[in-house]
């Protein structure tokens, strides 16, 4: 059995995120055969990776781009093969029962990412957040998550050298105004605005946030 739902839609910029589930012949035959990333056997990663390009892929179709093939820089970062007007960004993240993926394509710069409320991030938050970040986010695993995923947004966008403490900044006025109408953040000074979205699979799987920019609207 294979199948991605797609959870999360955004037409400016094109993006979407959803979670997959595969048995190991689909992924097997689907990474034997794949194009999607030409660069890259597939086939000779771990079941858990081949799963992960799996979504991704899915998530491009979803975005009604089935044939746009994909390349990483020496930094990693993903770029559309031959299409240089495309800027592209991939997110993903496994659980124990489901993988999430993320892509978005747009005319700028753009980031997109998912990430799970985890306890970990209370340990880390000191690496990622300057101290008023910290004071006006708190410390609750939904907050923290969705701090660190619209971070990633900047840093896929416009890094790689950036910092995220000190070059990174979420101007965060609550979760209720953060999810109905996104983020300002700022890259060394640059403003921009970020969307932001609480995803969950089932009740009984942990919730997982999705964020997107920067955006226009």
């Given at each position: 059995?294979?199948?991605?739902?797609?959870?999360?839609?955004?037409?400016?910029?094109?993006?979407?995120?959803?979670?997959?589930?595969?048995?190991?012949a689909v992924v097997a035959e689907w990474a034997a055969a794949q194009a999607r990333f030409p660069n890259r056997d597939i086939a000779a990663l771990p079941l858990a990776r081949q799963l992960e390009h799996w979504c991704v892929d899915q998530a491009f179709h979803a975005i009604g781009q089935p044939n746009l093939r994909i390349s990483h820089t020496a930094d990693g970062k993903p770029e559309a093969v031959g299409r240089p007007e495309i800027h592209v960004s991939i997110a993903h993240h496994s659980t124990a029962d489901v993988c999430w993926a993320a892509v978005a394509c747009s005319d700028s710069a753009i980031g997109i990412d998912v990430e799970a409320e985890r306890d970990q991030l209370q340990r880390v938050v000191s690496r990622f957040l300057s101290e008023p970040e910290r004071a006006a986010l708190?410390?609750?695993?939904?907050?923290l998550a969705a701090a660190w995923a619209i971070k990633e947004c900047m840093f896929k966008a416009f890094g790689p050298a950036l910092e995220f403490r000190t070059d990174l900044e979420v101007a965060w006025c609550g979760m209720e105004s953060a999810e109905a109408s996104g983020v300002t953040g700022h890259v060394r000074g640059r403003e921009g605005r970020y969307r932001v979205a609480r995803?969950?699979?089932a009740p009984v799987h942990p919730p997982v946030w999705v964020a997107l920019g920067p955006v226009r609207d």
């Open positions: 059995m294979a199948d991605f739902t797609v959870i999360f839609k955004s037409l400016a910029p094109l993006a979407t995120a959803g979670f997959g589930t595969c048995d190991e708190g410390t609750a695993p939904a907050e995803l969950q699979a």
